[in-house]
């Protein structure tokens, strides 16, 4: 049984910074690639930044040069730093952990019921104004 629990969230004004983190526990296989996506009501989730097992690091082009990932795998800790905020990046901000095969289904955008096929958490509230 896999378990993320997302924190940090709140809000914040245009310019400000946020760090969220997703504290996973469970059997997470070392291969997992973790990710954190953005949802906004209606629509699937997107993604806004992902690390693979070897620290290889993904942005969506939104989000490079003002949002930072990282793991601690020792911890079991997924932290993303947050800095430059502006309001398209209200949403509600979702930890993932997934198979390498299974996150290419989802990545950069979750289609249909390929997020079945991974791990999520119930999210944190970001809001920027």
């Known amino acids: 049984q896999v378990q993320l629990v997302e924190s940090g969230g709140g809000s914040v004004q245009v310019g400000g910074s946020l760090r969220l983190s997703c504290a996973a526990s469970g059997s997470i296989g070392s291969s997992y690639v973790m990710a954190w996506f953005r949802q906004i009501p209606g629509l699937e989730p997107e993604g806004v930044a992902a690390i693979d097992a070897d620290g290889t690091t993904r942005y969506v082009d939104s989000t490079k040069g003002r949002f930072k990932i990282s793991n601690d795998r020792t911890k079991n800790i997924l932290s993303l730093e947050m800095t430059g905020l502006r309001p398209e990046d209200t949403g509600l901000y979702l930890c993932?952990?997934?198979?390498?095969?299974?996150?290419?289904?989802?990545?950069?955008?979750?289609?249909?019921?390929?997020?079945?096929?991974?791990?999520w958490g119930r999210g944190t509230q970001v809001t920027v104004s």
């Open positions: 993932a952990a997934a198979k390498p095969d299974v996150f290419k289904t989802i990545w950069p955008v979750v289609a249909g019921t390929a997020a079945h096929g991974a791990y």
